[in-house]
């Protein structure tokens, strides 16, 4: 598995991007795939996980990001919407290969992405 995750930016607080990550490896369908964030002097934070088709969202992101997958072009997607400042942050695409289980902590991914800045301006 190899991450690379792309699509950061400045916006606008009210705006959107889209984060894209694409696993150069062989086993997308089968592995969970997440985001996470780490703030300037903050600790990384754990921002959503698509897993067996499910998802399962961060209480400050619920409603609006949304985590999608493409498992045609071995791509996951971070759609945010209504960006906040305090959404600033590098961005990390992470795996892990058990895929029936939820997981919101960072020691439980096995595989991180090199992570893309979002710069949200007030």
């Known amino acids: 598995v190899q991450l690379q995750a792309s699509g950061g930016g400045l916006v606008q607080a009210g705006g959107s991007l889209r984060l894209s990550c694409a696993d150069s490896?062989?086993?997308?369908?089968?592995?969970?795939m997440g985001w996470f964030r780490q703030a300037p002097g903050k600790e990384r934070e754990f921002v959503a996980v698509r897993s067996d088709y499910r998802t399962y969202y961060a209480d400050s992101v619920k409603g609006r990001f949304i985590i999608s997958r493409d498992n045609a072009k071995n791509t996951v997607y971070l759609q945010m919407n209504s960006l906040k400042p305090e959404d600033t942050a590098v961005y990390y695409c992470?795996?892990?290969?058990?895929?029936?289980?939820?997981?919101?902590?960072?020691?439980?991914?096995?595989?991180w992405g090199q992570g893309t800045l979002v710069t949200v301006s007030s």
């Open positions: 992470a795996a892990r290969r058990e895929i029936f289980t939820i997981a919101t902590m960072t020691s439980e991914y096995e595989y």
């Open positions: 490896g062989r086993t997308f369908s089968r592995i969970a």
